[in-house]
């Protein structure tokens, strides 16, 4: 028999499904995909949500469902634009911005706006939902 064994498992669910299609909006990316992005408006500022990876460190595969479950309840994600009014408020912000383009930041698990563009997720926030900026988002767990 020739019939060869995949190295993971994409799907756990019935052999009908329609596969989703694969997400390509990550930090290496982003840079293709501006023209898609949207550009924050006054005091808000444009998160793209951290992905985990699909191997462990232990080296055990993750399921697209997994995945996907840790994709919307992440809590980190980075900075990829902030609008013309954020940390603008000096009496709300006397010691400057809480963070800037190109920074990994924790934001309230509720925190902001969720909407999808072509190649994945994204969220706004308001300047004041950072709660604090990391330098390793494979560190924190949602």
Not at 25 to 33: I, K, R
Not at 100 to 117: C, E, L, N
Request: hydrophobic fraction near 35%.
């Amino acid at each position: 028999m020739t019939d060869t064994v995949p190295n993971r498992v994409d799907n756990f669910g019935s052999k009908g499904e329609v596969p989703e299609k694969e997400l390509t909006l990550t930090v290496e990316t982003l840079d293709s995909h501006t023209e898609k992005l949207p550009h924050p408006t006054g005091y808000r500022i444009l998160i793209l949500p951290f992905v985990a990876q699909a191997v462990t460190k232990g080296g055990i595969h993750l399921s697209k469902q997994t995945l996907d479950k840790e994709r919307l309840a992440t809590v980190v994600g980075y900075v990829v634009e902030l609008g013309p009014d954020a940390y603008g408020d000096l009496n709300k912000f006397p010691d400057g911005p809480w963070c800037k383009k190109g920074d990994w930041v924790i934001f309230g698990r509720y925190a902001g706006a969720r909407f999808q563009i072509e190649g994945g997720d994204m969220r706004l926030l308001n300047d004041d939902e950072i709660l604090a900026k990391i330098d390793n988002p494979e560190d924190i767990l949602s």
